[in-house]
């Protein structure tokens, strides 16, 4: 019952909170690009604020000291809403890579088309990933880091892998590095619930991928080393969440 109440006092926080940044960002209409990006991060670091006095669910991020400086291809696991708002707390300029549907949403969609967000068209075929390519590549020559979901959408923390070959295009195009991410943000966020479980979400940062391998030897080495850390980051949260009942 008590995790249920903080589920529902949480919710009620995180959308008033959206609702209250939504307001705060109009100025940013007028200002360069940065600004709502600014904002965005303010956002992502009170939610993770009110996660942790709400429902006691704490953030330890592993390898920070592994994020390189400057233009970047930043690769994650994504298994819940959490890392929508979390992981752009992490970089100095982020960017996302994010459905064309969302970019309808009035205000929030507004908002994401002057943080200048990379939109995609899901069933565009050749052609959208082509043009999603060629404006990732032009954010990420601005010195920003781009973050992509390789599976295209959450997974249930354990769920099997079913990565986009997208990624590599992606790779390829940009000629940087790529940061892998693995977590464990599922087990205590789940996706398609409200319930929020209290403990410790794990976001391991890997070794970074350096530009010009192989395609094929590429997503190879980005499933392989997110997956791997991924499953011990979910045994190591599991452990966590049976010692807590």
């Given amino acids: 019952m008590l995790i249920l109440l903080r589920s529902i006092a949480f919710n009620v926080a995180f959308y ?13 209409f007028f ?3 940065w600004g709502i990006v600014e904002i965005a991060r303010l956002w992502g670091k009170i939610n993770l604020f009110l996660l942790r006095v709400i429902c006691g669910i704490k953030v330890e991020i592993r390898g920070r000291e592994k994020i390189p400086h400057g233009p970047l291809l930043v690769a994650s ?3 819940s809403a959490w890392e929508t708002f979390a992981l752009v707390t992490l970089f100095p300029n982020p960017v996302f ?3 064309r549907e969302l970019q309808w949403i009035p205000l929030f969609g507004w908002f994401t088309i002057k943080g200048r967000m990379v939109p995609v068209d899901r069933g565009g075929g050749a052609a959208a990933l082509r043009a999603m390519t060629a404006r990732a590549r032009h954010e990420i020559m601005q010195s920003r880091q781009l973050i992509i979901f390789p599976e295209g959408t959450r997974r ?14 992606l790779y390829k195009g940009a000629g940087v590095p790529c940061l892998p991410i693995a977590l464990n943000s599922g087990l205590f966020w ?20 350096p530009p010009g391998l192989d395609e094929d030897v590429f997503f190879g080495r980005l499933q ?19 010692k807590s009942h």
């Fill in 224 to 242: 392989s080393g997110i997956e791997t850390a991924t499953a011990r980051l979910i045994e190591e949260g599991r452990r966590e969440l049976d």
């Fill in 190 to 209: 789940p996706r398609r619930t409200f319930r929020r479980f209290p403990g410790t979400v794990i976001v391991e940062i890997l070794d970074p991928i």
């Fill in 77 to 79: 696991k994504h298994q």
């Fill in 156 to 169: 249930a923390a354990g769920a099997e892998p079913r990565y986009k070959y997208g990624v590599a295009h």
């Fill in 97 to 99: 890579i994010l459905k």
């Fill in 31 to 33: 200002m360069p690009f």
């Fill in 16 to 28: 008033l909170n959206t609702a209250l940044w939504l307001v705060l960002a109009l100025p940013t």
